[in-house]
């Protein structure tokens, strides 16, 4: 398996894995705006004998603290019949790495804790932020110390925005 970074070839393979894992285009249009938007800060997809997974990470900012450099992963997704292969994971831990190299302080992710927490996000920090999806689902992560001190409103992409 093979990781690498999105080029424009690679949008029909986006749209197929996502609406493979999720079974609709939401997700799958939701990276298509953000990168439309600008607002894509990474994208990486993982090549099996095909197209097997995506992860997007993009802007997030931290309102009262303009210079920690925040972002969001979603989404995560892997096609059914490459799922629980380590595929998911690796992407995640590719994509923390790149961004801890990049200088990130956070990263926010929505989605089961039992899946998450092997990656070290916690809803303990995600709770010092306020957020449009505040509660037990909502994560983060620090990448740097400054992380850590994280707190207050944020605001996410404005693809997220559009979603409902
Ligand atoms: C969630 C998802 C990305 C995981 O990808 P994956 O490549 O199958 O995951 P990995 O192989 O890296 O990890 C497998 C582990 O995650 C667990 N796992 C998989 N999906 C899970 C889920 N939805 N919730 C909790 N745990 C999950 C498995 O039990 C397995 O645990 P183990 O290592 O203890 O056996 C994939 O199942 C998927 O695309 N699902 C549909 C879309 C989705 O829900 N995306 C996440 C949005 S936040």
Redesign the pocket.
């Known amino acids: 398996m093979g990781i690498r970074v999105e080029a424009t070839a690679d949008w029909p393979a986006i749209y197929t894995i996502c609406e493979a894992?999720?079974r609709q285009l939401i997700e799958a249009d939701l990276v298509h705006r953000m990168h439309d938007d600008g607002d894509l800060i990474l994208s990486l997809i993982a090549y099996a004998d095909k197209p097997a997974?995506h992860v997007a990470f993009s802007h997030l900012a931290i309102q009262e603290l303009p210079a920690l450099k925040g972002c969001v992963l979603?989404?995560?997704?892997?096609a059914p019949e490459?799922?629980?292969?380590?595929?998911?994971?690796?992407l995640v831990r590719h994509g923390l790495e790149r961004l801890r190299a990049d200088g990130y302080d956070l990263v926010l992710?929505?989605?089961?804790p039992?899946?998450y927490a092997r990656f070290g996000f916690t809803p303990g920090l995600a709770s010092q932020l306020k957020t449009p999806y505040d509660g037990p689902y909502l994560q983060a992560l620090a990448l740097s110390e400054k992380g850590k001190e994280a707190h207050g409103p944020v605001s996410y992409a404005r693809a997220f925005a559009e979603l409902k």
């Open positions: 894992a999720f997974g979603a989404p995560l997704a892997v490459f799922q629980r292969q380590g595929i998911g994971s690796t992710v929505l989605g089961d039992d899946y």
